[in-house]
């Protein structure tokens, strides 16, 4: 509804099942379990990173229902 | 709206009637696999346009945050669920956080609320000039059934606030 009104939205997700039922314009998925969409509390780094993968996803995607799955794991480095 | 209101009032009734007994009996996981999901046809889109640096952003998470000394907790005992909002400062301290939401975990979230709503990361980018700037309220749900209630009455008011604050891109983090 918010992308009704003009706003443009980009979504975090961790269900693909789930993602196809509410069926987001734009999303990230991610590998963590439900309750921390940007990984572990307290890795500073990896939840920036997170959003700048949203800040790119704004702008790259294209087409609705777009979704980018994000190579992060639970404790391990971010890729370079 | 894409959102059949007429469709799903009727099977959302149903479900309460038919699932109360089991609710009552803790077995929500059960009666959540017969809930009417309501899966649109269509998908509302707005093009993105503009430059982050030059734009106002809002977060919205649905971890059942709420400011605990200022405002209720959610109802996380309702067959319904919650279909309220909380507005969370943007000045929010991780102190200020209550959770209150029965379906999952939060004792992570308790260590750090930025891993669902990372208004401390948005700050930095803010201060980096990465982004223009986070809107100075944000936003929690919490666990709701009760569809109808939220998108009659409680999205409706949470857009008209976002617009009047000049909120340019959401960033919607569900748990």
Known sequence: MTEEAGIPTISMGNVPDRMAHIKPPRALLVKFARGSMFGEPGNVKRQ??????ALEALKTMTEPGTIRELPYRWQQPDPA | MTFDLEKFNPAY???VTESLPEFRAGRMAEIVKRYPFVVSDDMPWTPYKGQPSEQTFALVTSGGFFMKDSQPAFDTVSIHGDPSLRE????????????????????????DI?????IHRMIELEEE????????????????????????????????????D??????????
């Open chain 2, 129 to 164: 000039k990465i982004i223009g700037r986070v809107v100075a309220t944000n936003y929690s749900f919490s666990y709701v059934n009760d569809v109808v209630t939220l998108v009659t009455e409680t999205i409706p008011k949470f857009i008209s606030r976002i617009k009047a």
């Open chain 1, 48 to 53: 920036r990173r997170i959003i700048l993968d």
């Open chain 2, 13 to 15: 009734q149903r479900w």
């Open chain 2, 166 to 175: 000049g909120v340019d891109v959401v960033l919607l983090v569900p748990v």
């Open chain 2, 88 to 111: 969370i400062p943007k000045t929010v301290s991780q102190g200020d956080i209550g959770i209150a939401h029965a379906q999952y975990d939060h004792s992570l979230a308790e260590k």
């Open chain 2, 114 to 118: 930025n891993i669902i709503f990372p």
